[in-house]
């Protein structure tokens, strides 16, 4: 089935709808982010109508939902998974030939798994970002964040940003992803939800002086964003990407403000 067929589902409303909420989106984004709609449970359709609003960046959470999407729709989409990522599924997620990120890489073991599924001939190394678990709830996955540079080096943030930039050449580290605090991003004051972006700001800026320190001078331009060489930050979701913007996210992440309402997932 080609992805024009999906179009048939797609009704004049509902792409009037998605344009007018991409739109707005962009509009209330004050720097130039990356934006990163998330589409999990939502129609091919759906993400075709953005597609055809200049709309390339894409976020899924599960690995089979995510595949069969990227099977039938435009290849010049760039997937990012942001779903609680499996060791075992990292065949299955290196085989997807436009998928532009990971974000959620938490393991050394993940880590391994990914670079030594990723064919050779990709063209670029597969951009991942380490998740981050700033608000410290038990239910967040992601790493602990370090608040000081005295032992980062034993920390296990560290020690999986410098195994990526020296041992797995076919991964670049991106960035840091956080998902910040569910339970604040709907009550929270604005000070309260920039403490998980500050937090992550602060983990960046401890980690990349730790690598530029570790790191031989001839092996720096292997991490961050191409070109500046950045550590990014993916931060910010519907309820408060222009927090996230404020404090410096460079990634924003965001589904229910583009697509509306998801389903519940259901109780498996
Ligand atoms: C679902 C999801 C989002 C999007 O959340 P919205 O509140 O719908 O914008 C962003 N990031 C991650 C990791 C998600 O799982």
Redesign the pocket.
Known sequence: MSAATYLEDLTVERKDELKESLEEIRARSTSTPTL?A?S?YKPASDILACHQQGQLDF?E?YVQELEDKAKILPADIRWHF??TLQSNKAKTLASIPNLYSI??LGSIKAANALNKALSSDRSTALRVLLQVNTSGEGSKSGLPPLSSSEDVEASELAQLGLHIVSECPRLRLEGL?T?GSLEL?LHASEAEKNANFESLKKTRDILHEYLETVVPEGDRAGWGEEGSGRLLLSMG???D?ETALKAGGDIV???????G??AQKKAT
């Not at 992440?253 to 697509?259: A, D, E, K, L, P």
């Open positions: 990163v998330v999990k976020g959470n942001i779903g974000q959620t992803m998902i991003s979701m519907s309820s990407f992440r965001v589904g229910t403000s583009i697509f309402a998801r």
